[in-house]
Every structure is written in structure tokens, then in C-alpha cells.
């Protein structure tokens, strides 16, 4: 099983910030998928292949990586990207997700 | 628009069974792979299970393997997930997506306790 481990498991950023997410498989992956999920609502696909913005995400996203090593970045902190993300991998079953890094503005 | 609507959910014994449902719109639905995903009260996500277009062929993790039944209905656009000897730590709710979960529905929750 392909274990994600994404970081930091919680962070505050301030509006205009630039935010850096990681996550680092136990094995090499062909592609990261994340997903962002608001309190009491269902997650929705953000980022997919690694790098491609889903339909109306704000291209200040950008996602980025190979291997076993991947990051979701956000070039400037807005009020409305605080959030929980989640990668996860469909390369290999079981197809994992991480743990989350949930994402407040300070 | 796509729209993905699970039904079923509820309170159940340990041991006992449950059947949810997911109804799909907006797109054609027996051109795509589909999954269930859930995610237990303030947890994070876990992928279920996965039905190829046809229904032949299924995936699981080990966590669900042999208590837990995909199948899907083409006719009628339809998903389903067989649930049987359910434990404690099944509670969760739990999402239909598409394919490789572009798409989520709602949620229904499933809590298991006597």
C-alpha cells in the first residue's frame, strides 16, 4: 500500500501569502490528484495530474511534482481558500488519500 | 450537470446489513468508471471501492474486501454499495464519485452502533 504523508498537518496563512503544501508518497506515483473540502460539504477535485487546475479553481493554484514527491501551492492567500486539502494517488490499489493538511487564514 | 445523489444511509446494528444507492444525471453514466469514498466523523478521506463501465470488474481495499459489494445498474444510472457485517468503525458518511472522483455527491451517513 502507497502510504501519502502530506505537511504540515495544519498551518495559518495570511491573506496575500504565498502557502506551500506537500506530499510525499512511500513509493513513486505517475500522478497526485488533491482535493479541497469545506466544513460540512463534500470534497471537490482541485488539482488533477498533478498539475491541472479542475474546472473554476483560481489559477493563483498550482500543483506540481513526480515520484514521491508532490506540493499544491497557492501564489497569494485568499480568505476563501481556507480549507482541508487532500492528495491521493489512483496509481496503485489501494487507491490512498493522505492525512489532510487543513489550511486557516491567520 | 452532473449530479450524484446517495440515498440509504442510516443507523444499523454491528453485524447487520445496508445497502446505499447513488443515482447519477448529466452525464452518460455507463461510459465512466465509478467509486465509493468515506470518511468517518472528523477523519479524513478512504477509497471504498471502485466498478469498471460494465460492472465486471470491482476493486477494494482490504479494510472493506468480502463484507463490502459495488455494483452499478447502466439502465438506470444507478450505484450501489452492498454492506454486510458492519462494525463500529464502518460509521462514516459516505460519497459516490465519478471515476476517478472528479465528481462527489452529497454524502449519506452510515452510523453502526447497537
Known amino acids: 500500500e502507497i502510504v501519502l504523508t502530506q505537511s504540515p498537518t495544519t498551518m495559518a496563512a495570511s491573506p496575500g501569502e504565498k502557502v506551500t503544501l506537500t506530499c510525499r508518497a512511500s513509493?513513486?506515483?505517475?500522478?497526485m490528484h488533491w482535493y479541497q473540502q469545506k466544513s460540512g460539504a463534500s470534497p471537490k477535485l482541485w488539482i488533477y495530474?498533478?498539475?491541472n487546475r479542475a474546472s473554476g479553481v483560481p489559477n493563483r493554484f498550482s500543483g506540481s511534482g513526480s515520484g514521491t514527491s508532490y506540493s499544491l501551492t497557492i501564489s497569494s492567500m485568499e480568505t476563501e481558500d481556507a480549507a482541508t486539502y487532500y492528495c491521493?494517488?489512483?496509481?496503485?490499489?489501494?487507491?490512498?488519500f493522505g492525512a489532510g493538511t487543513k489550511l486557516e487564514l491567520k | 450537470e452532473v449530479q450524484l445523489v446517495e440515498s440509504g444511509g442510516g443507523l444499523v446494528q454491528p453485524g447487520r446489513s445496508l445497502k446505499l444507492s447513488c443515482a447519477a444525471s448529466?452525464?452518460?453514466?455507463?461510459?465512466?468508471?465509478m467509486a465509493w469514498v468515506r470518511q468517518a466523523p472528523k477523519k479524513g478521506l478512504e477509497w471504498v471501492a471502485t466498478i469498471s463501465t460494465s460492472g465486471s470488474r470491482t476493486y477494494y481495499p482490504d479494510s472493506v474486501k468480502g463484507r463490502f459489494t459495488i455494483s452499478r445498474d447502466n439502465a438506470k444510472s444507478s450505484l450501489y454499495l452492498q454492506m454486510n457485517s458492519l462494525k463500529s468503525e464502518d460509521t462514516a458518511t459516505y460519497y459516490c464519485a465519478r471515476d476517478t472522483a472528479d465528481y462527489w455527491g452529497q454524502g449519506v451517513m452510515v452510523t453502526v452502533s447497537s
Open positions: 448529466g452525464f452518460t453514466f455507463s461510459n465512466y468508471y
Open positions: 495530474d498533478t498539475s
Open positions: 491521493q494517488q489512483w496509481s496503485s490499489n489501494p487507491y490512498t
Open positions: 513509493s513513486s506515483v505517475s500522478y
